[in-house]
């Protein structure tokens, strides 16, 4: 099949990007991460996201610094973090911080949490949705106390490893999803009857479907040389299912694979985790993909 018409088939996908600062050059920065996203904002990408990772080859760990330094340079790509780990911060001071960011950028500030539903070392279980739905209320209805703006609330996503898991929560229809197809434990198989039953309960309360993606990590390239090296790279450090998860290839056959992905799972809002090792190389990658699934570039 000739990419041309692979690209027809799913040109309605939302393409985002998530980064979690990790380079193998000790020279780079966090300004190669704005650099990054300053270029993913001009080729068209739909959401920026950065995610709170704590390691020695990461440029940043808790990245929420960088949300209004990239969004005040760019005009129209969503910015925020995923995933913030919830039980790591104070929720009135997350609720303070991305009220205010909400003000300054409305509509492009995304918050995203990891929420673990066993409390460490405790038999204890907690519902997410229902820390969600005091965060989402301490949002719209604003707080003198802790100085958040009434309906000041960003777009809240829980970032977690099944449908299945998310469909247990009790939340509101305003609760985004993002599935993680690049972390050991999720579920890679599609969750058709549970993709169903999310749609037919918030259309059943008469509310629009929550936005739903999955997080695939690629890596995109003309050479097959580079292909090679990624994969060789890649099979040896990550998990087998992991590794099978993700999409390194030629720009011949990403199109195919990316394609193929979205239509089994069937969800096409896709937040590609770039599995490229420079930020430069970063930069080349997502020129690629904006360019097979001809994104629509912005001008500053």
């Avoid at 930069?283 to 690629?288: D, G, T, Y």
């Amino acid at each position: 099949m000739l990419i041309s018409q692979l690209i027809m088939a799913v040109e309605d996908i939302l393409l985002s990007i998530l980064d979690l600062g990790e380079t193998s050059t000790e020279e780079e920065s966090v300004h190669s991460v704005v650099d990054y996203a300053l270029h993913c904002g001009r080729m068209g990408f739909n959401r920026f996201w950065m995610g709170e990772h704590y390691g020695q080859v990461s440029v940043f760990n808790n990245p929420e610094p960088l949300i209004p330094i990239i969004a005040s340079a760019t005009d129209t790509i969503s910015v925020g973090v995923a995933g913030l780990t919830w039980r790591k911060h104070c929720p009135s001071r997350i609720a303070c911080s991305f009220s205010l960011l909400e003000k300054f950028f409305p509509g492009r500030i995304d918050l995203g949490l990891v929420i673990k539903r066993r409390v460490p070392n405790t038999q204890e279980i907690i519902d997410p949705g229902v820390i969600f739905s005091s965060l989402e209320s301490i949002f719209q209805d604003g707080s003198v106390d802790l100085g958040v703006a009434k309906g000041s609330c960003p777009n809240l996503w829980q970032l977690t490893s099944s449908l299945e898991s998310f469909y247990r929560c009790k939340h509101s229809a305003n609760i985004n999803l993002s599935k993680s197809l690049f972390h050991l434990g999720s579920n890679f198989n599609p969750e058709p009857e549970i993709l169903y039953r999310l749609t037919e309960r918030n259309e059943s309360a008469g509310k629009m479907p929550a936005r739903i993606s999955i997080a695939i990590g690629c890596y995109v390239s003309d050479s097959t040389v580079e292909i090679e090296r990624y994969k060789g790279f890649y099979k040896n450090i990550i998990p087998r299912e992991v590794y099978e998860a993700c999409i390194i290839d030629t720009t011949d056959n990403f199109a195919h694979r990316l394609s193929e992905i979205v239509n089994r799972h069937k969800i096409y809002d896709v937040v590609v985790v770039n599995l490229a090792r420079s930020y430069q190389e970063k930069i080349q990658c997502a020129a690629s993909i904006a360019k097979i699934f001809k994104l629509k570039c912005i001008d500053h």
